[in-house]
């Protein structure tokens, strides 16, 4: 009885209200949204390639440049670098895209740990393919300015931008290693503050389904 | 299936289960996130999703899928993009005219206070069974086995008609 009672409480529920839907126009606006969806993670992966891209054409003209040899090589290493950052951030993206709602919210809720998982590795890796090793290239690339009049190079651009003096490397080194230090922060705090505690609701609904 | 996206397919689906939609939507949805909210973006979903859908289960049992799997992300704040969107134009939520009896009213507050005593998981179960869906239904929206389904329907329900009783009796 009382069960029955409850089924007509929860049904009689959505009858305060009416609900009407014009599905022609809805259609328009579902698939507008659609669009303006797809229209920014384009954006978003053109500003990420482009942003790559515009760094390895300026690491190019360096290399290209610039006459010390150490320098020449952490140029190379960075075009390496930038490289390995498209194609990084393209693979997590095809497997962040996955649509999971049509599963069962055992397959979903699996699917949905496994692609923070993913987010959580990449992060928690970030120190060490993200933050390190350009630091490392742009201290080699610091590091290895020398004296442009030992090589009879002249360029007045890149003499100005350069640090080529002593002073100038300390304090171009310390604001990379601050600027580096920041992006691990980061990445850190998003780890634990976002993506950590998804996870761990998603292994207590786990857990919750698993228990009888 | 090219009949899929077709118009009048998609409205006959939304049209069958707008209000079961919105009763799950109702349960889940928490401020700033108002029912409606999580109604048009469980009808996005669906939209999206229709081309997946292999009809292994009724279209009405994987629309429950969509609802249960939207709401309860948006619960957990697993998907902060989509805390709040835009609202489409094209759906309309009207309150009746009609005077809304008092009593029904009460009694539908109480359930939703002793539901909200339960943890997410049991909540979409009892959602899916205070909505008539069979054990099989169930077994297919979640993937839980029915038997393990029944052992925690008979815990649930339990719990819930100790909350409830007092209240409405």
Known sequence: MLEQELKDIWNNSSQTGQISIETNQLVEELNTKIISIQKKIRIRDNTEITASVIGILIFGYLFYEIPFPITKAACALAIIWFVFIIFKFRKSKIQNTKNSFHLSLTKQLKQQKATMQQQADLLDSATYWYAIPPFIMNFIFILGLGNPSDYNWVNSLAENILPLSVNLKTVTIIGLALFYAYAIWINKRALNKDVKPTIESIEKMQQQIKNE | ?169
């Open chain 2, 1 to 169: 299936m090219g009949k899929q996206k077709d118009d009048k397919y998609f409205e006959g689906i939304l049209e069958r289960n707008k209000y079961k939609i919105y009763r799950i939507c109702n349960i889940y949805a928490v401020a700033p996130i108002e029912p409606q909210d999580l109604f048009q973006e469980v009808v996005f979903q669906i939209w999206k999703s229709l081309d997946k859908f292999k009809g292994k289960s009724s279209i009405d049992t994987w629309v429950y899928k969509i609802s249960i799997n939207v709401c309860l992300r948006s619960k957990m704040k697993f998907d902060k993009s989509n805390n709040k969107t835009d609202r489409f134009e094209s759906i309309h939520f009207t309150p009746i005219e009609k005077e809304i009896d008092a009593s029904k009213q009460e009694k539908f507050t109480y359930l939703k206070e002793c539901i909200s005593t339960l943890n997410e998981t049991d909540t979409s179960l009892i959602v899916l069974y205070l909505d008539d869906l069979s054990y099989k239904e169930i077994a297919a929206v979640t993937g839980l086995s029915e038997n393990h389904i029944a052992v925690k329907m008979k815990r649930i329900r339990k719990k819930l008609f100790e909350c409830i009783t007092p209240k409405i009796t």
